[in-house]
């Protein structure tokens, strides 16, 4: 009898794989550890506007296909991106450039006499932009003492012969001049996570405003404007994953419908008359949206707002916190390394630790570990001048040393950082220290 031998079925083949939303874009070869100044580019946004792309028109400004489209992309965004945030019914979200623009714009709006309270501890962004009169509390020793320390200053500004009020303003009554309190969620140092929530309770207790500035925190952990209660909170897309040259400021609405357009242009009014100052504004978002709105970079916001919306916050959140123990960690072991924090060491905290190597250059550390290991890191004050240098001279305190540079490395991290990347890191300092 013959046999006839059949091969095996060739194997079915196998559709490529496909990348997730919240995968990265980067450079084979580069540890990139720089995520607190910007992060990569997230294949949600990249997507999201490589489709839009053909379509690129106009917005609120034409009848054709290509405006229309353009138009209900740019105003899907706007929801996708407030429902992300927690935004309140009658909340307005505002597409601005970046978490400074946002903040410059809400100084703006400020109604006449407002005092606003801030800390010693935040980013230029929300130390630069209030008007002359405003509180800076110094940096507390804890989160506790942020909550005191604001609790004491409200109470003093609420006094009548302090402000000139008529007494303590009960919560939302609106007695006495406006105050609003200005705070970061996620330092843009340390990493440290400031009690947010708390600090909102203080300041309606006092009848006072909140604006969070959300930009650190918002890409490592859920941020919800409704359930915190606050005001008004701001965040830049392009440490969103989002690198599209967009930002968003989200909050109550009537001091933005009150105040002059933060742009005085086309997009801005409902009415301009003959007359030189003949001009109605528009009221809602597109009051202080004049111009030509950056379509591109709303819809790369709300594409990684909706990709992360979908995603399980809490396991992305869990695999970072293990990273960023394993970096302090390393950092901890490294006898002529020394973190810089605020808070006491255990500190909730976000992917970003500062650091210095004694007896070295923050600059040309951070020069060698890119030429060297290809490595990228942060070296400076990172737009914090007031708290960096004073965490550098609580560092020397701790220490002991008289050898620590004057200037910090900040490395961070996030979506698409591996054990990996950070061990690179950490046998690179053990080499250079």
């Given at each position: 009898?013959?046999?006839?031998?059949?091969?095996?079925?060739?194997?079915?083949?196998?559709?490529?794989?496909?990348?997730?939303?919240?995968?990265?874009?980067?450079?084979?070869?580069?540890?990139?550890?720089?995520?607190?100044?910007?992060?990569?580019?997230?294949?949600?946004?990249?997507?999201?506007?490589?489709?839009?792309?053909?379509?690129?028109?106009?917005?609120?400004?034409?009848?054709?296909?290509?405006?229309?489209?353009?138009?209900?992309?740019?105003?899907?965004?706007?929801?996708?991106?407030?429902?992300?945030?927690?935004?309140?019914?009658?909340?307005?979200?505002?597409?601005?450039?970046?978490?400074?623009?946002?903040?410059?714009?809400?100084?703006?709006?400020?109604?006449?006499?407002?005092?606003?309270?801030?800390?010693?501890?935040?980013?230029?962004?929300?130390?630069?932009?209030?008007?002359?009169?405003?509180?800076?509390?110094?940096?507390?020793?804890?989160?506790?003492?942020?909550?005191?320390?604001?609790?004491?200053?409200?109470?003093?500004?609420?006094?009548?012969?302090?402000?000139?009020?008529?007494?303590?303003?009960?919560?939302?009554?609106?007695?006495?001049?406006?105050?609003?309190?200005?705070?970061?969620?996620?330092?843009?140092?340390?990493?440290?996570?400031?009690?947010?929530?708390?600090?909102?309770?203080?300041?309606?207790?006092?009848?006072?405003?909140?604006?969070?500035?959300?930009?650190?925190?918002?890409?490592?952990?859920?941020?919800?404007?409704?359930?915190?209660?606050?005001?008004?909170?701001?965040?830049?897309?392009?440490?969103?994953?989002?690198?599209?040259?967009?930002?968003?400021?989200?909050?109550?609405?009537?001091?933005?419908?009150?105040?002059?357009?933060?742009?005085?242009?086309?997009?801005?009014?409902?009415?301009?008359?003959?007359?030189?100052?003949?001009?109605?504004?528009?009221?809602?978002?597109?009051?202080?949206?004049?111009?030509?709105?950056?379509?591109?970079?709303?819809?790369?916001?709300?594409?990684?707002?909706?990709?992360?919306?979908?995603?399980?916050?809490?396991?992305?959140?869990?695999?970072?916190?293990?990273?960023?123990?394993?970096?302090?960690?390393?950092?901890?072991?490294?006898?002529?390394?020394?973190?810089?924090?605020?808070?006491?060491?255990?500190?909730?905290?976000?992917?970003?630790?500062?650091?210095?190597?004694?007896g070295r250059d923050s600059a040309e550390v951070a020069a060698e570990?890119?030429?060297?290991?290809?490595?990228?890191?942060?070296?400076?004050?990172?737009?914090?001048?007031?708290?960096?240098?004073?965490?550098?001279?609580?560092?020397?305190?701790?220490?002991?040393?008289?050898?620590?540079?004057?200037?910090?490395?900040?490395?961070?991290?996030?979506?698409?950082?591996?054990?990996?990347?950070?061990?690179?890191?950490?046998?690179?300092?053990?080499?250079?220290?």
């Amino acid at each position: 009898m013959t046999v006839t031998l059949v091969p095996p079925p060739a194997p079915a083949p196998q559709p490529p794989a496909v990348a997730a939303p919240l995968d990265v874009l980067g450079v084979p070869g580069q540890v990139n550890l720089d995520y607190a100044a910007t992060a990569p580019c997230a294949r949600a946004a990249a997507d999201a506007v490589a489709e839009l792309l053909p379509w690129y028109a106009s917005v609120h400004r034409g009848a054709g296909a290509l405006s229309r489209r353009c138009t209900l992309a740019y105003e899907r965004a706007r929801q996708t991106v407030g429902d992300f945030l927690g935004a309140r019914a009658d909340d307005h979200v505002v597409f601005t450039r970046n978490t400074t623009d946002a903040l410059n714009l809400l100084a703006r709006a400020l109604p006449a006499g407002t005092t606003v309270v801030t800390f010693g501890g935040e980013h230029h962004a929300n130390l630069l932009p209030w008007p002359r009169g405003s509180v800076r509390l110094p940096v507390p020793e804890d989160p506790a003492g942020a909550v005191r320390a604001l609790d004491a200053a409200l109470g003093e500004l609420r006094r009548p012969d302090a402000r000139g009020g008529s007494g303590p303003a009960r919560p939302g009554a609106g007695q006495g001049p406006p105050v609003l309190v200005a705070v970061t969620a996620a330092s843009n140092v340390t990493g440290e996570r400031w009690p947010v929530a708390e600090l909102a309770l203080v300041a309606r207790r006092h009848g006072a405003r909140i604006a969070v500035d959300a930009a650190q925190l918002a890409p490592h952990a859920p941020v919800d404007v409704a359930a915190l209660d606050v005001d008004y909170l701001v965040l830049s897309g392009h440490k969103l994953y989002a690198p599209f040259g967009a930002g968003v400021l989200v909050g109550r609405a009537d001091w933005l419908d009150a105040a002059p357009p933060y742009l005085a242009g086309g997009g801005a009014t409902s009415h301009v008359g003959a007359a030189t100052h003949d001009v109605r504004w528009a009221t809602g978002p597109t009051r202080h949206e004049a111009g030509t709105p950056n379509l591109l970079g709303a819809v790369a916001l709300a594409a990684v707002c909706a990709a992360l919306a979908d995603a399980d916050r809490a396991a992305l959140h869990d695999a970072e916190q293990a990273l960023l123990t394993r970096l302090r960690e390393g950092i901890a072991a490294l006898p002529h390394v020394l973190e810089l924090r605020m808070f006491g060491p255990a500190a909730p905290r976000v992917g970003i630790v500062s650091f210095v190597v004694a007896g070295r250059d923050s600059a040309e550390v951070a020069a060698e570990l890119a030429a060297t290991y290809g490595i990228g890191v942060r070296d400076g004050l990172f737009c914090a001048h007031p708290l960096a240098r004073r965490l550098l001279d609580e560092a020397a305190a701790r220490s002991g040393r008289r050898d620590l540079p004057p200037t910090a490395l900040r490395a961070s991290i996030g979506l698409g950082s591996t054990a990996g990347h950070v061990d690179r890191l950490l046998v690179a300092l053990a080499a250079l220290a």
